[in-house]
């Protein structure tokens, strides 16, 4: 989300003008992807807050979780890697979520 600028006013005059730049939660893909066995995902946090990071199958079941904690805010992100050894072949999705943001990934494993 980026907002250009906002004006603010009441009923007799402008109050501000500002142009303000918002930076979002996101959750982008760093390794490879289909990939065997193991990837990597970028977490950006634009401010500190609880963080989870789990991984579902294409039926909707938790099969791992990468992250479930406390994060400090950091633009440049947090890497996470999820090996996937032991999961079969198939295509996984991947949910990020803090204080009410949410960013998903689709994910391919192929042994």
Wanted: aromatic share 6%; with cysteine.
């Amino acid at each position: 989300c980026e907002i250009e600028s906002a004006i603010v006013v009441n009923s007799n005059q402008e109050i501000s003008h500002s142009i303000i730049e918002l930076k979002g939660f996101e959750l982008k893909l760093a390794g490879p992807n289909p990939f065997n066995p193991s990837t990597s995902l970028n977490v950006v946090v634009p401010e500190a807050g609880h963080v989870t990071v789990k991984i579902y199958n294409i039926i909707g079941q938790h099969v791992a979780t990468l992250a479930d904690g406390y994060m400090e805010m950091s633009a440049s992100g947090y890497t996470l890697n999820w090996n996937a050894s032991q999961m079969p072949s198939g295509v996984y999705l991947v949910r990020a979520e803090t204080a009410g943001t949410v960013s998903t990934q689709k994910l391919m494993l192929l042994k």
